[in-house]
């Protein structure tokens, strides 16, 4: 079996940068995630985070999940559950404008740490995308401008845990989707695994590793380089053992950001007529909210019929 793809980000400075800058490549064609070693960000503040991370979901999080799978009856389940996930989550806003002071329950320091985790995140996720932008041979900022819109990016963070699932053949963690966004950076538990990519046709582990952060690309980049990059299946499969911490951020564009393939990309004559849609990022996040779990070609189809019944419409007003 291949290698799961796992970037040294320091060898981006020295003799072997085009040999990394291929690796990237390679990952972000037929991957689709990749993890990244040396990305700058300090292993104390990530050590940080995870302890309160930790903390908060015994202290705030663990009962009310257990009152939940009680409530639903799940530990008892004998055929598979398609409709949940075996996962406990809160969620935090960064960019356009932060909410980590608002969140309730969150103690000062831990809020303190996931301000001062997605600042470096933040840095990361444009850095990341200039180094795709080199690779895809598109001007250094294309894709930081893609996704500016008139507020600049939309910048999150899903805090999640799977505690110990009893059946996690009938229930998973988190089912399989691709996701909606631009570039995720995801911050994984290092001794709990369960994140699995789909490729060729195979579920495939994304290795746990301490002080990594995993990337993977969203149906946004898919689209705007005109399916050079793909998003891929994943899913989260909860351990009969053990509690999985899994901290997600996602760096996308702004809600009224104009998402289209590059023309740079499109290469071919005939490309034009089966070309991947151009839409408003807002609305294909509403279209996502309702078939998350499904695949992402329909969700292609249905902005590509939106944006033809506009240009008609169009055509009509100024007729
Ligand atoms: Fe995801």
């Not at 996701?179 to 994140?195: C, E, Y």
């Not at 901290?247 to 996308?252: E, L, T």
């Amino acid at each position: 079996m291949e290698h799961f793809p796992v970037i040294n980000m320091d060898k981006l400075d020295g003799e072997e940068r085009n040999a990394t800058m291929e690796m990237i490549n390679d990952a972000c064609e037929n991957w689709g995630f990749f993890e990244l070693v040396n990305h700058g960000i300090s292993h104390e503040l990530m050590d940080t985070v995870e302890r309160l991370t930790k903390e908060h979901y015994k202290k705030c999080m663990e009962q009310r999940f257990k009152e939940m799978v009680a409530s639903k009856g799940l530990e008892a389940v004998q055929s598979e559950i398609d409709d949940l996930d075996w996962e406990s989550t809160f969620f935090l806003r960064h960019l356009p404008v932060s909410n980590v002071s608002e969140v309730p329950d969150l103690e000062e320091d831990h809020r303190k740490a996931l301000k001062e985790f997605a600042v470096g995140l933040e840095k990361l996720a444009e850095q990341l995308l200039d180094l795709l932008c080199e690779n895809l041979g598109l001007e250094k900022g294309y894709l930081k401008k893609a996704f500016y819109g008139s507020k600049g990016p939309t910048f999150g963070t899903k805090v999640s845990n799977y505690p110990p699932c009893p059946k996690p053949e009938l229930i998973k963690g988190l089912r399989a989707h691709t996701d909606a966004g631009g570039i995720i950076l995801l911050f994984q538990d290092d001794q709990v695994s369960g994140l699995q990519l789909l490729k060729d046709g195979e579920w495939i582990g994304v290795p746990p590793m301490r002080h990594s952060i995993v990337i993977n690309l969203g149906d946004q980049l898919e689209v705007i380089t005109n399916g050079k990059y793909k998003s891929v299946m994943h899913r989260v499969i909860a351990q009969s053992d053990g509690n999985r911490m899994s901290i997600a951020s996602f760096y996308n564009p702004g809600s009224d950001a104009v998402i289209y393939p590059a023309p740079a990309l499109i290469e071919k004559e005939e490309e034009k007529k089966h070309v991947y849609p151009k839409f408003v990022f807002e609305d294909y996040m509403k279209l996502y909210a309702g078939v998350k779990f499904q695949a992402k070609e329909p969700r292609f189809e249905a902005m590509k019929a939106m944006e033809n019944a506009a240009t008609s419409l169009g055509q009509i007003a100024t007729a």
